[in-house]
Antibody, heavy 117, light 110 residues
C-alpha cells in the first residue's frame, strides 16, 4: 500500500523560503504517475500547486510559477517543494499527493506551515 | 482557470439523502468522459477520494455514495446519511491545468 508523508519546518519567516519533503513508501516514484503538492488555506480553499512526473518533468500552477520549484531524490524515493519569498498568505496545510490521470488517489497526512516573524 | 462553485453548508437529517452540487465555470467533459472528482475531508485528516470521473466509486467507499453529472453540473449524493459522514466535501476538475478545487461543502446534521 502506498503511503506519503510530509515533513519540514512548521514556521517560516516572511521573505524566506518554505521547504517540504514528501517521503513515499510502497511505490517507486520513478515507476509511474505524477507527484503533486496541494495546499489548503485557513478558510478551506484548496490550491493545486504543481507536480513532478515520474520522468522528472514538472508542471506548476501559473499563479506560483515564479516562486515554486518541485524536485526529487530518486535514491531516497522523495520529492520536495520549495516556495520562495513567502508571505503570511502562504500559511496553509501542505499536502503531497499522487494524481493518477488527474485524480488524487493517495494523500499524505499534511504539514501545517505558518509564515510569521 | 476553471472555477468550481459549491454551496458552503448543507444540513440534513440522519438517514435522509444529501445532495451536494458543484458547478463549473466551463465544461469539464471531453466526449463522454467527465473529469470531475469528489473528496471527503474530516477535521484533522487528509482528503480522501470518494468518486472519480463523476460517477465511479473509489476503492473501499460505501455504495451509499454516488456521483452524477456532465458538462458543468455535477452532484455527489449520500443516501442514507450516517453520522460518520459529517465532513467537508470538495469537487476537483482535471479537465485542464491548473487543476482546481471547489470551495467545499460542509455537511451538517439537522
Amino acid at each position: 500500500e502506498i503511503q506519503l508523508q510530509e515533513s519540514g519546518p512548521g514556521l517560516v519567516k516572511p521573505s524566506q523560503s518554505l521547504s517540504l519533503t514528501c517521503s513515499v513508501t510502497g511505490y517507486t516514484i520513478t515507476s509511474g504517475y505524477d507527484w503533486s503538492w496541494i495546499r489548503k488555506f485557513p478558510g478551506n480553499k484548496m490550491e493545486w500547486m504543481g507536480y513532478i512526473s515520474y520522468s522528472g518533468s514538472t508542471n506548476y500552477n501559473p499563479s506560483l510559477k515564479s516562486r515554486i520549484s518541485i524536485t526529487r531524490d530518486t535514491s531516497k524515493n522523495q520529492f520536495f517543494l520549495q516556495l520562495n519569498s513567502v508571505t503570511t498568505e502562504d500559511t496553509a496545510t501542505y499536502y503531497c499527493a499522487r494524481p493518477h490521470q488527474g485524480v488524487m488517489d493517495a494523500w499524505g497526512q499534511g504539514a501545517s506551515v505558518t509564515v510569521s516573524s | 482557470d476553471i472555477v468550481l462553485t459549491q454551496s458552503p453548508v448543507l444540513a440534513v437529517s440522519l438517514g435522509q439523502r444529501a445532495t451536494i452540487s458543484c458547478r463549473a465555470s466551463q465544461s469539464v467533459s471531453i466526449s463522454s468522459i467527465n473529469l470531475m472528482h469528489w473528496y471527503q475531508q474530516k477535521p484533522g485528516q487528509q482528503p480522501k477520494l470518494l468518486i472519480y470521473r463523476a460517477s465511479n466509486l473509489a476503492s473501499g467507499i460505501p455504495a451509499r455514495f454516488s456521483g452524477s453529472g456532465s458538462g458543468t453540473d455535477f452532484t455527489l449524493t449520500i443516501d442514507p446519511v450516517q453520522a460518520d459522514d459529517i465532513a467537508a466535501y470538495y469537487c476537483q476538475q482535471s479537465r485542464e491545468s491548473p487543476f482546481t478545487f471547489g470551495s467545499g461543502t460542509k455537511l451538517e446534521i439537522k
